[in-house]
């Protein structure tokens, strides 16, 4: 009645919330905001001298994709902050970062992180479940792949990771994805054929193709 415009949301700051009005849960945060999310962690691989190398990887939401990984021996804020540029180069950079408040996500990390334009999203302390979907992956990691080989080295890690990948993006089924592949497949007339076994990851898993007349 003023004649002056007040926004929306300076309205609502200052309304008291009405009784029993809950307040966004996490799961809606994720559901609504999806396609403008990634997730960044490390894991730990031990290697067949006792040496810990450090992989860092990053998620993204919508699809479950790798879009980035790269291994260190010594993780330090300034390497972490270098591997966040590698992985959005040419404005590639999502709306939301999630990562948990490990010690190596230091200053150098966060301002890194907001000048590329991303809102970082730091989960509340022992709560892993508010990172579920880069702890699911890390798990699938381990099962179908680091649980059965011994990592010789750095360079030996990154082989194994790449190999994984090329398997698990356009060929790996995922649940949540009503079991089509990461990278999306084109569903095939079901119609008899001879089927072609083909070995993927160096025999650790297998695909199937028809084969050709």
Not at 84 to 107: C, H, N, Q, T
Request: proline share 7%; charged share 25%.
């Amino acid at each position: 009645m003023l004649g002056i415009d007040v926004a929306k949301s300076t309205v609502e700051k200052y309304r008291p919330k009405r009784a029993g009005q809950p307040s966004p849960t996490w799961r809606t945060f994720l559901d609504q905001h999806v396609r403008d999310l990634v997730s960044i962690d490390f894991f730990i691989v031990p290697t067949a001298a006792f040496r810990a190398l450090f992989v860092f990887i990053v998620l993204a939401h919508d699809r479950r994709r790798i879009v980035y990984f790269n291994v260190t021996e010594h993780p330090t804020a300034q390497w972490t902050a270098q591997q966040i540029v590698e992985a959005f180069p040419f404005d590639a950079a999502p709306s939301y970062l999630i990562r948990d408040g490990d010690g190596i996500y230091g200053e150098r990390v966060t301002r890194r992180i907001e000048s590329l334009g991303i809102d970082d999203v730091v989960t509340a302390p022992a709560s892993p479940w508010q990172n579920a979907y880069v702890e699911r992956v890390i798990g699938t990691l381990r099962r179908e792949l680091l649980d059965h080989v011994i990592v010789l080295n750095e360079r030996h890690l990154k082989r194994l990771m790449s190999s994984y990948l090329d398997y698990y993006h356009p060929w790996r089924t995922h649940q949540s994805l009503d079991r089509d592949a990461l990278d999306g497949r084109p569903v095939r007339a079901a119609e008899p054929c001879n089927v072609v076994e083909v070995p993927a990851v160096h025999g650790l898993h297998h695909f199937y193709l028809p084969k050709a007349a």
